[in-house]
């Protein structure tokens, strides 16, 4: 297996099992769509890295999956107020559409500061 399926895999999956501890373990009850709404952005960066894997990508994973469990920690693990759980319900659209683009462009940066430097 290549080096960035298993990151990008590692990404997806972690993202997952966050999001599945979340709705098992921290929620009061279990809900399949808030589920489904929550692991949305790493389905939908998952299945366009199967296509080909490129620092794009595992760039728009690593900052997702960074957002997400920064607020994890601000929900969970440290809250500083009592509407902390909100972002759990904002956060995949802000992935998808704010967090995911900026990640992407991240890793295109690197990609193409990389090759510069080798070349």
Known sequence: MKLKYAIAASLVLFGIGLHAYT???EATSFSLPF?????????LVGILTAAG?????????????AADFSV???AFL?????????ALIC???WNVLVVGPVGAALGWLVAWVAKR???
């Open 72 to 74: 994890f920690h601000a």
């Open 23 to 25: 709705g098992f373990v």
């Open 78 to 86: 440290h809250p500083t107020s009592s509407t902390a759980p909100i």
């Open 35 to 43: 589920l489904l709404w929550s692991i949305s952005p790493y389905v």
């Open 91 to 93: 956060m995949p659209m």
């Open 53 to 65: 894997p490129s620092q794009m990508l595992i760039g728009a994973l690593f900052l997702i999956a």
């Open 117 to 119: 430097n080798a070349g």
